[in-house]
Structure formats: C-alpha cells, structure tokens
C-alpha cells in the first residue's frame, strides 16, 4: 500500500503542475497565432527598450510578430516537405556546440595570455621585410580641407591664400577656419585617401583622384565653398610610408601572435592526449 501511495504522489504532482500550466496559457493574452503555436505578452516583454513611445511600441511589436509569423510558417513548409533524415539537424546542431566552446575557451586563453603590446621594432622590421604589402592601392596625403558659407566675406581672402606654403598665410587660414568656417580641419595631420575627402565634400571618389595630383580641390554645392589643400601627396602603386600602415601593420603582428598561440596550444592538447594514451587512432593498423 505504502509503495502504492509514493507512486501516486510524483504523477499527481506532475497532473497538477500540467493543469496549473495550461491554465496560465488559457488565461494568458495571446499576441498571435498560427495552427498550434501562439505568441504570449510574455513572449514579447522584454523587446522594448526604455522610454519608447507607445506609437513606436506599435510599429516593434507588429515587425516583431510579423518576423515571428514569417519563421513559424516557413518551419512548418520546411517540416511538411522535408524528409525524417532532412529535419535530423542533430549533428549540425552538436557541430555548432562544439565549434562554439572551442572559440569561448580560445578567447579566454589568449586574455590570459596574449601579448598585445607592439614594439616600434618589430613594425618597422615587418614593414622592410614585406614591402609588396604595403603598395598603395588608392592616392594619400596629408590635407586642410574648409567648408564655409558661399557669401561670407572671408571667402575672397581664403581662395587667396588657401595653397600658400607661407607660414604667414597658413596662420591665417587657420585664424579663418576656426573664427567663421563651418568645418576647418586638417585631419589631425594624418595621411588620408580619396574616400575619406569623399565622405566630406560634394564630389566622388574619381573626380577626386582627378584633381589629387594638382593638389587643390575646390567645390560649391547647397550654399558652401570647400577649399582642399593637399600636402606630400602619393600616388596609387608607390610604397606607402610607415606611419600610414602603422596601425594596419601592428595588427598583422598580433593576429600573428594570435594564430602562433592557438597552434601550439592545439598541438600541445593532441601530443598530450597521443603521449597519455588518451587519443588512440586505429587506421595504420
């Protein structure tokens, strides 16, 4: 009798915990619905970020169902045609599992041990080593560039001025640019391309390149006058200077690092397991 009632008790259990369950779902409001798959409030609670305006909660909430709509209708085409063996996602699924443990734990191993530090050494040895890398593909040089409103009176005196390599000039160029240009940069004096000018100026990249070498590049569009002044300019094909590629070049190395790191540690978990008799292959036998 006693073995009787301890049985009873876990699927009594089980009985009231499916009926609390459906219960919740019969109370609970419904966003959607299609064939036996609904969408719960629930579901949706937390796609809302802080202080959104109840119209834009709206237009969230009808893109979130439509997308969900969209995916429950393809699953069930998908699971109507495919076959038993086709819906078996089992091993892509494991596969997945697997590849993503190995790339969290690679992650922690190079935070612990990764040296990210770059010495000026080491790039310049890896610039003089591999020039064929460094070639340029596109024009640089250093640059001003001025956007101001067409009509101000400083417009004269800056087309006057603006290519002149006198330092007495250069001075006052800036003492415009900062007193009534609306954009008055020098791009902190670093080599630039033609589709950095490209994102601040009313021209493409070709007509650009075009003007590169007369190192002046001058436009007028929606009220303003830019004036562009190009410093050592460079050409596409010539060897790019080391403070150009600086950064590219310090990354190279510590990708290098990086892969370096990753192979030994997989070479030293294989040798381990062969050595420790963990891993036995069978083939060569």
């Given at each position: 009798?006693?073995?009787?009632?301890?049985?009873?008790?876990?699927?009594?259990?089980?009985?009231?915990?499916?009926?609390?369950?459906?219960?919740?779902?019969?109370?609970?409001?419904?966003?959607?619905?299609?064939?036996?798959?609904?969408?719960?409030?629930?579901?949706?609670?937390?796609?809302?970020?802080?202080?959104?305006?109840?119209?834009?909660?709206?237009?969230?909430?009808?893109?979130?169902?439509?997308?969900?709509?969209?995916?429950?209708?393809?699953?069930?085409?998908?699971?109507?045609?495919?076959?038993?063996?086709?819906?078996?996602?089992?091993?892509?699924?494991?596969?997945?599992?697997?590849?993503?443990?190995?790339?969290?734990?690679?992650?922690?191993?190079?935070?612990?041990?990764?040296?990210?530090?770059?010495?000026?050494?080491?790039?310049?040895?890896?610039?003089?080593?591999?020039?064929?890398?460094?070639?340029?593909?596109?024009?640089?040089?250093?640059?001003?560039?001025?956007?101001?409103?067409?009509?101000?009176?400083?417009?004269?005196?800056?087309?006057?001025?603006?290519?002149?390599?006198?330092e007495k000039d250069r001075?006052?160029?800036?003492?415009?640019?900062?007193?009534?240009?609306?954009?008055?940069?020098?791009?902190?004096?670093?080599?630039?391309?033609?589709?950095?000018?490209?994102?601040?100026?009313?021209?493409?990249?070709?007509?650009?390149e075009a003007e590169w070498?007369?190192?002046?590049?001058?436009?007028?569009?929606?009220?303003?006058?830019?004036?562009?002044?190009?410093?050592?300019?460079?050409?596409?094909?010539?060897?790019?200077?080391?403070?150009?590629?600086?950064?590219?070049?310090?990354?190279?190395i510590r990708n290098r690092?990086?892969?370096?790191?990753?192979?030994?540690?997989?070479?030293?978990?294989?040798?381990?397991?062969?050595?420790?008799?963990?891993?036995?292959?069978?083939?060569?036998?």
């Amino acid at each position: 009798m006693t073995k009787k009632i301890i049985l009873f008790i876990p699927i009594l259990l089980l009985c009231v915990s499916c009926n609390f369950l459906e219960r919740k779902q019969q109370q609970e409001p419904k966003i959607a619905e299609i064939n036996d798959k609904a969408l719960f409030l629930s579901d949706v609670k937390d796609i809302f970020p802080v202080g959104i305006s109840s119209e834009d909660s709206l237009q969230l909430l009808r893109g979130f169902v439509n997308n969900w709509a969209r995916k429950q209708l393809m699953a069930d085409l998908a699971n109507q045609y495919l076959t038993k063996e086709q819906k078996d996602v089992s091993q892509e699924i494991e596969d997945y599992r697997l590849s993503l443990l190995i790339f969290r734990y690679e992650k922690l191993y190079l935070e612990q041990r990764l040296d990210a530090s770059v010495s000026q050494a080491a790039i310049e040895k890896l610039y003089r080593e591999s020039p064929q890398n460094f070639i340029l593909t596109k024009p640089i040089a250093k640059a001003i560039l001025i956007k101001v409103v067409e009509d101000i009176p400083q417009v004269k005196r800056i087309r006057q001025i603006y290519q002149s390599d006198k330092e007495k000039d250069r001075q006052e160029i800036s003492q415009i640019g900062f007193s009534v240009a609306e954009k008055f940069t020098g791009f902190d004096e670093q080599w630039i391309d033609a589709e950095i000018l490209a994102n601040e100026l009313p021209l493409d990249i070709r007509q650009i390149e075009a003007e590169w070498q007369k190192k002046v590049i001058t436009a007028n569009a929606n009220g303003y006058e830019y004036f562009v002044r190009l410093y050592d300019i460079m050409q596409a094909g010539e060897l790019a200077p080391l403070e150009y590629k600086y950064e590219t070049i310090s990354g190279i190395i510590r990708n290098r690092r990086k892969q370096e790191l990753l192979k030994d540690l997989e070479n030293s978990v294989y040798n381990d397991a062969l050595n420790h008799n963990k891993l036995k292959i069978y083939i060569d036998k």
